[in-house]
């Protein structure tokens, strides 16, 4: 269940453009013939860049550069279901609907693996607590139903223990390298 993706990188994977503090950065997870990886642009750049895959999620967040010695930076070199799902809602100023089904399932996913606790449910939102960070998040209630696995089986497969990760240089601890699009 562990999937290493870089972490947000420096500029963007479009024009190459270091990022500014405060920057509205897209994140997108794409799936390639190889591997899934993380690609970031910034928000007015989107419309213009073309997917080098299947887009798996989006989500959006302003851009803080972190210090070469942040502890954070260094363990967010791997991406498992439990940093993405604190991804998903980075940059977020309150319950959003945006990647609910997908937000919907890594709660389920993590909650079975007790990183996270159910504060409150309702019938929109169920509040988990992050065990490790004790940081609140508002996850949709949304229905899962069997067509949703069934239309993003590919995306999903990923989410999947042993779905290819022994081979790839991302489960020895190397990240893989994000390849732009040529223009």
């Not at 794409?30 to 213009?48: A, F, K, Q």
């Not at 942040?70 to 799902?85: G, H, I, M, P, V």
Request: net charge negative.
């Amino acid at each position: 269940m562990e999937l290493h993706i870089a972490p947000i990188s420096r500029k963007s994977s479009f024009t190459e453009d270091a990022f500014e503090k405060n920057d509205r950065v897209v994140s997108l997870l794409l799936r390639t013939e190889e591997e899934v990886v993380r690609v970031d642009i910034l928000e007015s750049e989107e419309e213009g860049y073309e997917l080098p895959g299947e887009l798996i999620c989006r989500w959006t967040q302003v851009f803080k550069p972190r210090s070469k010695d942040d502890k954070e930076a260094q363990e967010a070199l791997k991406l498992t279901a439990d940093n993405l799902f604190i991804s998903l809602f980075e940059g977020e100023d309150g319950p959003s609907q945006e990647n609910a089904k997908f937000k919907h399932l890594l709660g389920l996913m993590l909650e079975r693996r007790r990183l996270l606790r159910v504060k409150e449910r309702d019938a929109a939102f169920t509040i988990y607590i992050h065990r490790p960070t004790k940081n609140e998040y508002a996850v949709p209630n949304v229905e899962l139903d069997p067509q949703f696995f069934i239309e993003n089986q590919e995306k999903l497969e990923f989410l999947s223990p042993g779905s290819g990760e022994s081979e790839s240089p991302a489960s020895k601890g190397e990240a893989p390298e994000v390849e732009t699009p040529k223009s």
